[in-house]
């Protein structure tokens, strides 16, 4: 599947992403499903490196522990906005090599 560069998808995380994102985790609990599963829900996940995706399923799946039961999905969108964000350095080679250089 061939992905637009993140910047031309001007959608927000909006509840259906995450609601079918966080639906796979509860049904599944399983790292290897939520995976699969980021690509479908959440197309920029494509850019990050694999250690980062490997990150972001941790992060995701610790997040969802803690806020799912209490119905509070504000710091899971907030944590899917700032891994996008990395995703979009990653999609812009220029932005990254000049953020990842070392300062003069």
């Known amino acids: 599947m061939r992905v637009g560069h993140p910047e031309q998808d001007t959608t927000a995380i909006d509840s259906t992403s995450a609601s079918r994102l966080l639906d796979g985790l509860a049904r599944t609990g399983s790292t290897t499903a939520l995976r699969a599963a980021l690509s479908d829900a959440l197309p920029w996940v494509t850019y990050l490196p694999a250690e980062d ?6 992060e ?14 504000a ?3 907030v944590l899917l906005t700032q891994w996008r964000h990395t995703a979009e350095v990653h999609a812009d080679p220029a932005l990254y090599t000049a953020l990842t250089q070392e300062a003069d």
């Open 60 to 73: 995701l799946m610790d997040a969802a522990r803690r806020t799912v039961p209490r119905d509070d999905l």
């Open 53 to 58: 995706v490997d990150l972001l399923v941790g």
């Open 75 to 77: 710091p899971i969108a």
